[in-house]
């Protein structure tokens, strides 16, 4: 299993290695990774059939929980089985798509990266390796939307979609950390039985939020659902592959494998189905009228979310079968429609329905793909998704209450759902073809063979329901609902009510077809109404955000040093302040301290004079002779507090310095009188007080009784281990070495700095 | 003694920050160079001074005896002063450079990066 | 400043006050003084000197420029750091000679170390003094 995992990213390394070298051979044979796959899960079905839900294990990161713990259960199937089933025939079909694509390799490596990262996430049982797939998805995804990176609105799109589902990642980390918390259990296969202590935590409510919005970003549902009519913008297989089939269901899925944990409480319940049957009914309507052909089925893609999102919020099992159902319908009409929209697009060069019509005369194994794929859309029977449909009512007319509100809901999507489907499957097939499309040919098989397969898998499985009821169906409802179901699928159910609104829904949504005819005047009046749409609302909170962003680092990040270091001290004084207000009481204690003595009292005045007159002498000679007269100063303190060594230090560093400004002083500019008396007034008074605060807060520390440890330590010691008397030089040479090492070596940076910026040559812009 | 040092540290701070609040170039080194000494004389003075006592061994001693002046403050103070000297005499040479090259030494007017010059 | 009497007592005070800076280095050990203090002090020497006969009668004196005694001074220090290794000890555990030496004391890897430090300090001052003095 983790092999199967791994291979993904491996095979993703590999790639534009591999590629590299075979530039002219067909990629086709790239498609035997998603193939194999595909075969070794088929293999584990009889395995999971006899009842042993896969579970192996490998230790990564033990000490903090996070272990590749995967598990393989009916619902894990069915998502394995999608995506490397779908996989294969995307990995054929770009084969063709992007023949001869400068970057063709990098385009299978993020496509094998993004299939790997897919199945971690729905193999995944731990918590953390769930957070950490869910996010390479979206990783995967981003790359694979800013493919076209020399276009700015691929780049735009991508960046839009790894901001929502990345943000999402966020509160699904938040989640499960919760979960953790809660349970105190990484696995969520160990956290089932503890469902019931879990919704009476008082956390439940805060683990719900976090999964409901990573799932919505994840999904598409609204408001977060405008990223993906964005992500269009990706070659079409990576529309097919991640933003219908695959990735967009990751949310679906997090809520299904929740399902047995969180859900069947009222907050689950209430708020999947509100935020299901809004974005199911809201996106089926914009589906309406769009006139790009990928636009419709983004937007179709949203409201199929929406009712898988709804049908897990009835939570009923009626519900839960026929959300399982409807994953995989889904998955196969709307592939198929995806594919055939890129053969269009590659052959004819348009997208727009307005101008499409009639291909069915030049590519007629592509027509019927498309059209059977609009069938099972549409819920006509014999197809597929005329058993989904069927469910899809049965499960809202069993909840009670709301039965009617519910199914008329449905209806209404799914007469909208059906005219889309019809707009972009049917449409463009027939009727007159256009002059200019008259030398348009077939693509090369492996182009349209793929969307073949798919749209005769729907409606084969239309008309044997049985192939999958065992071995796939049954197995994931069951990890859903936690029973072993009892139902039998079928295509024909007799005359009864179901069925009648099954008619209903076929023939409003044909009479609307031939009434509603897509155009641009309409999608025009229709984005009027784009200005109150989540999007515009988001990307004006993001505008605030940047603006605001602007404001703060113009007003802090002036450029202007003393600025900064007003606001700076300002701050501190502020803090210094408050804190020296709130818990002091200054305790001078003269008992301790020493006494002053005359010469020690005027070597004090000398300073204070001479710190005085450095300060507002005019002349910079001046100032500099009184800096010296400060620092000879601090040399007889040390003397006479015993700091020998200090005062020779002091002494030579002092005539250094002065000696280093006179040679300089005189290439320096004078002084000049900068600021005005108001501005000198408020640096004053500034300085005065941390002045002040820093002298207050030394008297504070001074009254506090130091640890003496360290110092006791050297004491004692320098003699004895260090062989030296004068403890300083000790401290300094053996016991600190490293650091006095580290010190010269910074010195010799700084002279090595005056050197250079003396002695190179000036660059010849400088010079001028 | 601890009172008046006590002051002179608060002198030192303000006549330091004040002269660094200038426009001009070579006040904010003053400025500088005062700021580093209050810091050396308020780290000295936490380390409780004390008269006529160097941390030094005596002849027939093996360790210090009951009273002495605070080792420590002091090894880190002398570090502290050889290290601002060389940051002194970069500061300097940056500033004579700077102002040959940009001419002015107003601060304020330093706002050109070395890609306009 | 080039008068004659501070020319020709320059001459002498140069070695004296170098051969006192050693004096500082060396005693640093038990009384006060060291690597720091004593580098600084032969810095002030040649400094002295400089004024009095000019900056390139001083570089003659010294034939070489300052700035090799950093590098020289660091691997000097690094040395007497990583000698331990040999033995087996940790980076910068000191060791030290059986028997006293007279005047010095009981010569270590410190000692060695303190001498490094020593000469780093004098090509930096030195660097950056004859560096200025030139460059003006």
């Known amino acids: 299993m983790l092999t199967a995992v791994i291979s993904g990213f491996i095979f993703a390394l590999l790639i534009p290695i591999i590629l590299g070298r075979l530039k002219s051979i067909s990629t086709l044979w790239v498609a035997l990774l998603p193939l194999t796959l595909f075969i070794y899960f088929l293999s584990k079905i009889p395995e999971l059939l006899a009842g042993n839900p896969i579970k192996p294990s490998y230790q990564w990161v033990p000490s903090l929980g996070i272990n590749l713990d995967f598990y393989l259960d009916g619902l894990s199937l069915l998502f394995v089985l999608l995506i490397s089933g779908v996989g294969t025939l995307v990995f054929v079909y770009t084969s063709a798509y992007l023949k001869g694509h400068h970057y063709l390799d990098r385009f299978y490596a993020y496509l094998s990266l993004f299939m790997a990262s897919m199945l971690g996430l729905v193999l995944s049982d731990n918590i953390y390796t769930l957070f950490l797939f869910w996010e390479l998805t979206s990783i995967s995804s981003f790359f694979l939307i800013g493919f076209n990176n020399d276009k700015k609105d691929s780049r735009k799109s991508a960046l839009t979609a790894l901001a929502i589902t990345g943000f999402g990642g966020l509160f699904l980390l938040a989640a499960m950390v919760g979960l953790g918390q809660i349970t105190d259990a990484y696995q969520i296969s160990a956290m089932a039985p503890m469902a019931d202590a879990i919704k009476d935590h008082s956390l439940y409510g805060w683990v719900l939020f976090f999964l409901f919005i990573a799932a919505f970003t994840k999904s598409a549902q609204f408001p977060f659902h405008f990223w993906l009519p964005g992500a269009m913008k990706a070659p079409t297989p990576v529309s097919t592959y991640l933003h219908s089939a695959t990735m967009v269901k990751a949310g679906v899925y997090l809520l299904a494998r929740f399902t047995p944990v969180l859900g069947s409480h009222e907050w689950w319940n209430g708020t999947l189905i509100i935020v299901g049957a809004l974005t199911m009914v809201y996106a089926a309507i914009h589906a309406l009228f769009r006139i790009d052909l990928k636009g419709i089925l983004a937007y179709s893609t949203i409201s199929a979310l929406g009712i898988l999102v709804f049908l897990i919020g009835l939570g009923s099992p009626d519900a839960l079968l026929a959300a399982s159902i409807f994953i995989l319908v889904h998955a196969l009409y709307k592939a198929t429609l995806f594919l055939v929209t890129g053969i269009i697009d590659h052959e004819t060069g348009t997208r727009d329905v307005t101008q499409l019509g009639g291909l069915n005369k030049v590519m007629l194994p592509v027509g019927i793909a498309a059209m059977l794929a609009a069938l099972s859309n549409a819920g006509i029977p014999p197809s597929f998704g005329f058993v989904g449909k069927d469910l899809i009512y049965e499960a809202t007319l069993g909840m009670g209450n709301l039965a009617w509100l519910l199914t008329c809901l449905a209806i209404l999507t799914n007469v909208a759902l059906l005219v889309a489907g019809f707009v972009a499957g049917i449409k463009p097939f027939l009727g007159k073809l256009p002059e200019k499309f008259k030398n348009v040919h077939l693509p090369a098989p492996s182009m349209y063979v793929p969307p073949l397969i798919l749209a005769s898998l729907g409606i084969l499985f239309g008309l044997f329901p049985g192939v999958l009821e065992g071995g796939l169906i049954k197995p994931a409802v069951s990890s859903l609902t936690g029973t072993t179901p009892d139902f039998h699928l079928q295509l024909w159910h007799g005359f009864n009510l179901i069925f009648l609104l099954s008619l209903i829904t076929i023939g409003s949504g044909t009479l609307l077809y031939f009434f509603l005819k897509p155009s641009e005047s309409l999608l025009k009046k229709v984005s009027t109404f784009d200005r109150l749409s989540p999007q515009s609302l988001i990307m004006g909170i993001s505008r605030g955000f940047a603006l605001a962003g602007k404001g703060w680092t113009g007003f802090f990040q002036n450029g202007y040093l003393r600025y900064y270091l007003i606001t700076i001290l300002g701050f501190l004084s502020l803090l210094l302040a408050y804190r020296l207000f709130i818990g002091v009481d200054l305790l001078i204690n003269t008992d301790v301290m020493t006494e002053v003595t005359f010469y020690e009292a005027v070597v004090l005045l000398v300073m204070a004079v001479a710190i005085l007159f450095t300060v507002f002498s005019k002349s910079r000679l001046a100032a500099v002779a009184s800096l010296g007269v400060v620092g000879y100063s601090f040399c007889l303190i040390f003397l006479f507090y015993s700091a020998p060594d200090l005062a020779m230090t002091q002494f030579s560093i002092d005539t250094l310095t002065v000696i280093l400004f006179v040679l300089v002083l005189y290439n320096l500019p004078k002084y000049l009188k900068l600021s005005d008396t108001r501005v000198r007034i408020r640096d004053g008074l500034l300085s005065l007080i941390f002045g002040a605060l820093i002298s207050i807060l030394a008297l504070e520390v001074m009254s506090e009784s130091l640890s003496k440890e360290t110092s006791e330590y050297y004491a004692e010691n320098a003699y004895i281990l260090g062989k030296g008397k004068n403890v300083v030089n000790v401290i300094l040479v053996d016991f600190r070495g490293f650091d006095t090492m580290v010190e010269i070596t910074v010195l010799a940076i700084a002279a090595i700095g005056v050197f250079g910026l003396l002695k190179l040559h000036l660059r010849s812009t400088e010079k001028e | 003694m601890e009172l008046l040092l006590v002051i002179i540290i608060g002198l030192l701070y303000a006549a330091g920050i004040y002269m660094m609040l200038r426009r001009s170039l070579v006040k904010l080194i003053i400025g500088l160079i005062l700021l580093g000494n209050g810091a050396n004389l308020l780290i000295f003075l936490l380390g409780k001074i004390v008269k006529g006592k160097p941390p030094i061994i005596g002849p027939n001693e093996k360790m210090l005896g009951e009273i002495y002046a605070d080792p420590v403050p002091q090894a880190l103070i002398l570090t502290a002063i050889v290290i601002s000297f060389g940051l002194q005499a970069f500061a300097i040479i940056l500033i004579k450079r700077a102002y040959k090259v940009v001419k002015t030494d107003d601060l304020d007017e330093m706002y050109a990066t070395d890609e306009d010059l | ?136």
Do not use: C
């Open chain 3, 1 to 136: 400043m080039k008068t004659i009497i501070f020319k020709s007592a320059s001459v002498y005070l140069l070695p004296l006050l170098l051969l006192f800076s050693v004096f500082i280095l060396l005693r640093g050990h038990y009384l006060p003084g060291g690597g720091f203090v004593g580098g600084l002090m032969a810095s002030i020497a040649f400094v002295i000197h400089s004024f009095a006969n000019g900056v390139e009668n001083t570089k003659n004196i010294v034939k070489f420029h300052p700035g090799f005694l950093m590098p020289v001074g660091l691997a000097l220090a690094l040395l007497a750091g990583s000698l331990p290794l040999f033995t087996g000890e940790t980076f910068m555990t000191g060791l030290w000679m059986d028997q006293p030496v007279p005047v010095i004391g009981t010569v270590g890897t410190a000692l060695f170390f303190d001498t490094g430090v020593y000469l780093v300090v004098i090509g930096v001052t030195l660097t950056i003094i004859f560096t200025i003095s030139e460059g003006l």
